[in-house]
């Protein structure tokens, strides 16, 4: 059995169990926000995923451009030159790790979805590329994140704007997710992402994280991507994004009592630690 149907099949049943799943970093990225050029080679990346896959992550998600506020798009060829080694070389090291590729663009999801990967991580919503949709709906098992932004990285956080951020975000996904099963994606493989810190402001972020019940209620795996963004920063005081671990642990926490069941991180330790205590006090009896 060649390695997309094995990954593929064991992608199918990932969001069959209630979770929670961790979703750990990956950024074979020069100017990612907190981590760039720390993983360019894929010995290094190797290396970073199997520390990840032992500290509890479930899923890794690999990614070679950087969407931070502000970043230039690469190519598609330098996309996929920077990324298929990595997976590659990850999945001759750990067979079993299960790698999402973090894209917006059908060809470097369809270059890893061959060399193994088993989820898309589209943080246009299928917007990005009118190819993609049919990328996923042909690699049956694959399954899907649909992220909310409000413009494009370049210029996203000039100045957001909504007048109901949580309604105006739910309605998207909804849309997004709608247009996904009318190409013929199947709706158990969509995982829904409020996109934290894509198009939002302090006050849009606390809102999507406080309310976020409006986006479990659509029916779908709800995932998180707070991890040492800009607003944990605000909040904290804390100036470097790689020491923001105990804000973006907050989040995954409170995301977690409100129904979220991936957290998409950089720290797989700490957050993994943080949920094993959240899940046991959550499933403790009430009286
Ligand atoms: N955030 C980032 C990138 N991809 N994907 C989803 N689904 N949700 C997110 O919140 C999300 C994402 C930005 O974080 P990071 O990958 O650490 O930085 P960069 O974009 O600079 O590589």
Do not use: W
């Not at 999402?100 to 299928?126: F, K, Q």
């Not at 917007?127 to 996203?156: F, N, S």
């Amino acid at each position: 059995m060649g390695r997309t149907a094995r990954n593929t099949d064991r992608a199918g049943t990932l969001t069959a169990g209630p979770g929670p799943f961790i979703v750990g970093i990956l950024n074979v990225t020069p100017d990612s926000f907190s981590d760039g050029g720390d993983f360019l080679n894929p010995e290094a990346a190797a290396e970073h995923a199997a520390t990840m896959l032992d500290e509890g992550a479930d899923v890794l998600d690999v990614g070679g451009e950087s969407t931070r506020p502000g970043s230039d798009p690469v190519s598609q060829e330098e996309e996929i030159r920077r990324v298929v080694p990595v997976l590659e070389r990850i999945l001759s090291v750990r067979p079993e790790a299960v790698i999402s590729i973090d894209t917006y663009r059908a060809g470097t999801a369809t270059a890893a979805i061959e060399a193994g990967a088993s989820l898309v991580n589209d943080v246009t919503a299928l917007r990005g590329d009118p190819r993609m949709v049919y990328v996923i709906e042909e690699a049956a098992a694959c399954q899907v994140i649909l992220m909310h932004m409000q413009g494009e990285p370049k210029t996203m956080q000039r100045e957001p704007h909504y007048q109901d951020v949580v309604r105006e975000v739910s309605d998207f996904l909804a849309e997004r997710a709608e247009y996904a099963v009318a190409a013929g994606v199947r709706p158990e493989n969509i995982i829904v992402d409020p996109g934290i810190g894509f198009g939002k402001n302090l006050e849009h972020n606390l809102a999507l994280l406080h309310n976020l019940d409006a986006i479990v209620d659509l029916g779908f795996p709800v995932l998180i991507g707070a991890s040492r963004k800009s607003f944990i920063g605000r909040i904290t005081g804390v100036q470097l994004a790689r020491d923001r671990v105990s804000g973006t642990v907050a989040t995954t926490v409170l995301a977690y009592e409100r129904g979220a069941t991936f957290f998409r991180v950089h720290d797989v330790r700490a957050n993994r630690e943080a949920l094993a205590v959240a899940e046991a006090v959550l499933h403790a009896p009430r009286r």
